[in-house]
């Protein structure tokens, strides 16, 4: 198949952990800045290593990244190296000011966090105006013909409220809604994580908005799905290739921290850019093991003998390593629950074609390794 080369092609930068929230879901349990952020100097520099290395998108994150006073200046740089930019905030700083703004830096896509009715939403947030915040952060940016999506952690809490959700981003004007599920990982309790008998019902839910009325949609999140019948429904037969940390994704922290994914506990840390260059650490042979170095042998319980793994494996790396403490065993797939209720699926020529090349791969790697 080819060498698959590595190189940070999508990036999300946490350009400060300094927070007006305090979500009840937030993976980094964000709220104050880190100590030592990086300057502004620092943090163009960055940018432009991440030109060089061939970087094509980059997502300023948080925290809150509208809190950090030199977010526009980060963007425009960003812009100027050729890169798409976007930004994801939770709505409660934007006015008509900071909507010129955008407009001014051309940003190739900005996100608002939505999570449920103004209750549920007021609640997860942990501020009682959030909600209307939000909301009227996207009809803002609707009148003013911004690209935007709103972006929702689905767990325990909300999964009852998506078909309202639904509607009430319609009603704000928005045409994209970015679906993800919640991770047990920072500030984030175990209990309010979608329980593997809730989470078929959140892949119905997703299904069913993909067959109906296409008023708004839906964008499936990289944790979400994978094999069988109805995750490889979920991307309209097309296959799912696993996670992608460490090799054409890369998280950044805001104190220069890298991972190859922002999501990621803090053990998947692979250097700080204070201490070695970017290039330095995106270049370490041994970096980023997890998955560049990922053979059947790294994947355990059901996974390990999975017919998908090849392709999948083990789906995202965050939500195996918070349901199950490790790299590959990953319970949250519609494949291992379907094939335990007898339910077999039917791949697309496309899955079924590139499953045959990457076990005939498999095959080579294990009988160079027993020469």
């Not at 009852?160 to 639904?166: A, P």
């Not at 809604?177 to 920072?186: A, I, L, N, S, Y």
């Not at 329980?195 to 296409?214: A, H, T, V």
């Amino acid at each position: 198949m080819g060498e698959f080369r590595f190189y940070p092609q999508n990036t999300v930068w946490e350009i400060t952990f300094a927070c007006n929230m305090r979500c009840l879901h937030c993976g980094t349990a964000a709220g104050v800045v880190r100590p030592k952020e990086l300057t502004t100097d620092e943090a163009f520099g960055l940018i432009d290593e991440l030109a060089e290395l061939g970087c094509e998108m980059i997502t300023l994150s948080g925290g809150e990244p509208l809190l950090r006073r030199d977010w526009r200046e980060l963007a425009k740089r960003s812009k100027q190296r050729g890169m798409k930019t976007y930004l994801i905030s939770n709505g409660y700083v934007i006015t008509p000011q900071i909507i010129e703004d955008f407009k001014e830096i051309g940003f190739d896509n900005l996100g608002v966090s939505f999570d449920g009715t103004e209750k549920t939403h007021n609640y997860i947030r942990q501020r009682p105006d959030s909600f209307q915040r939000a909301f009227n952060a996207m009809k803002m940016m609707s009148e003013a013909d911004l690209r935007f999506c709103a972006v929702t952690q689905v767990s325990n809490i909300n999964l009852g409220e998506m078909d309202q959700i639904r509607s009430l981003l319609i009603e704000a004007g928005c045409n994209l809604w970015r679906v993800q599920m919640t991770t047990d990982t920072g500030r984030m309790s175990k209990d309010l994580v979608l329980s593997l008998d809730n989470y078929p019902k959140f892949i119905d839910k997703i299904l069913e908005f993909k067959k109906g009325e296409q008023t708004i949609t839906v964008d499936v999140g990289e944790n979400i799905g994978y094999y069988g019948c109805k995750g490889s429904q979920l991307l309209d037969g097309m296959p799912y290739l696993g996670c992608y940390a460490g090799t054409r994704v890369l998280g950044i922290e805001s104190d220069g921290k890298i991972k190859g994914c922002l999501s990621m506990p803090e053990e998947f840390v692979e250097g700080n850019i204070r201490d070695k260059s970017l290039t330095e650490i995106w270049n370490n042979p041994d970096g980023f093991a997890y998955n560049r170095q990922f053979t059947r042998e790294t994947a355990s319980g059901a996974c390990n003998s999975c017919r998908y793994l090849p392709l999948c494996r083990g789906g995202c790396t965050t939500t195996s390593m918070s349901a199950s403490g490790e790299r590959a065993n990953n319970p949250y797939c519609m494949y291992q629950m379907e094939k335990k209720m007898g339910v077999q699926p039917v791949d697309s020529e496309v899955i079924t074609n590139l499953l045959n090349r990457m076990v005939e791969e498999e095959a080579k790697h294990d009988s160079k390794q027993g020469e």
